[in-house]
């Protein structure tokens, strides 16, 4: 929904049990978003998180079980065929992605956003595909090992494409963007915060957007335009449950 606030063409792909369907893509077109749902029979997912009042992750409660059973067959033929940008997360098993990244044209671009630091390894065996990665602190650790959010980031732009972009966010902390040998880092702007979850959901939607629409902009605006659109969506968006 981030990317269709800005104008974006956006379809979503994913799996719905049956009975859940024809209620998840009414939600979807009422964000601005193509449904494309796939129905699997299982638990409905969900995700409900608390966080303190600075944004931190005290306690998340998921139920993403469903996606596990996803496979690569189910997912190629709505993923196939377009040449459009496409965004990947780490709820679908790694193989499934690996498999899928490998069968998708090799000039389409790949932006990957991480889902949880439980899951954000399965993303390890497709990131030198990815034009873009965007994780935050907890997350960069897995796969880039404890460092500050510059040697993070350096270290995991050296893994994606040639080109590519990794921006590594800390909450209100100092936040990195990185690509090639470049990089710069930023703190988001202070906000009174009202709800933090998914406020990294907006800063990826803005890098990826901007990757995807903009070019020639410098790496500080960049990191500027995507961390005051999570710290925008933070201030405005009144806390909610999430599903």
Request: charged residues 15%; hydrophobic residues 50%; glycine residues 12%.
């Amino acid at each position: 929904r981030h990317l269709a606030v800005r104008g974006a063409d956006v379809g979503f792909v994913g799996v719905q049990p049956p009975a859940e369907l024809t209620l998840m893509e009414a939600q979807l077109r009422a964000e601005g978003v193509r449904p494309n749902l796939l129905p699997l029979a299982g638990e409905v997912p969900g995700y409900t998180a608390i966080l303190s009042p600075a944004g931190d992750l005290l306690v998340g409660a998921a139920a993403m079980a469903l996606y596990d059973e996803v496979t690569a067959e189910l997912l190629m033929p709505p993923l196939g065929g377009s040449d459009a940008p496409l965004v990947l997360d780490a709820n679908f098993p790694g193989q499934v992605l690996q498999t899928v990244v490998e069968s998708l044209d090799d000039s389409r671009r790949l932006f990957a956003a991480a889902t949880s630091a439980a899951k954000v390894g399965r993303l390890a065996g497709c990131l030198g595909r990815f034009d873009a990665l965007v994780l935050n602190r907890g997350e960069a650790v897995v796969l880039a090992g404890a460092g500050s959010v510059a040697e993070m980031a350096g270290a995991l732009a050296g893994r994606v494409r040639p080109g590519g972009y990794v921006l590594v966010s800390d909450g209100p902390g100092e936040a990195a963007l990185a690509t090639g040998g470049d990089c710069v880092t930023a703190s988001p702007p202070p906000v009174r915060l009202f709800n933090a979850n998914g406020a990294g959901d907006a800063m990826a939607a803005a890098l990826f957007w901007g990757l995807a629409d903009v070019a020639g902009t410098g790496l500080a605006t960049r990191l500027d335009h995507a961390l005051s659109a999570g710290a925008d969506f933070a201030a405005s968006t009144p806390a909610e449950p999430s599903r």
